[in-house]
């Protein structure tokens, strides 16, 4: 939705979180700061967007993609992710490291594997992921039990179950 244009301010343009290091206390290392338009709301319709990615040592960005945005990841030297290839990223070293990301859209969208298929809502049937990962059933119990149930929820009328 675009916004009046008797309404913008600069504030509509400006964001300074790119500057602020991310935490990396986490369970991946990793702390991803988008600029995107829920950021900076003038880039509503630019097809642009920016992301800081900070890792603690031997941290990484897990696997990933974007649906809507190819994404150039640069520190120093660039690599290129088309729209909807899995990639990740990982820090080699044993020093923090920052890296930055343009994305061909305002907003990229993201979607990590782990979470859509271990943390999804409703669950995946646990014999579905124990079949295709050729993983012990108590370990996909583990799994589900570790990733996020808030990344994607839908309601029953939304999913589509076919079985045969």
Not at 96 to 103: G, K, Y
Request: glycine share 8%; aromatic share 8%.
């Amino acid at each position: 939705m675009l916004k009046d244009p008797k309404l913008v301010q600069a504030d509509d343009f400006f964001f300074d979180g790119l500057r602020v290091a991310g935490n990396t206390s986490n369970a991946v290392g990793s702390k991803v700061t988008p600029a995107a338009v829920l950021q900076i709301p003038g880039l509503n319709t630019l097809g642009i967007s920016v992301a800081r990615v900070d890792y603690a040592p031997w941290g990484i960005n897990p696997p990933h993609y974007h649906p809507r945005a190819t994404e150039i990841l640069t520190k120093g030297d660039a690599f290129v992710s088309p729209v909807g290839l899995v990639h990740y990223q990982r820090n080699l070293g044993s020093t923090n490291a920052i890296a930055f990301a343009a994305l061909s859209s305002q907003k990229p969208g993201v979607a990590t594997i782990a979470d859509a298929v271990f943390g999804s809502t409703p669950d995946i049937a646990s014999d579905v992921l124990v079949k295709a990962f050729q993983l012990d059933g108590n370990v996909v119990k583990h799994m589900q039990s570790k990733f996020s149930r808030s990344i994607l929820s839908i309601t029953m009328s939304d999913s589509l179950r076919l079985q045969l």
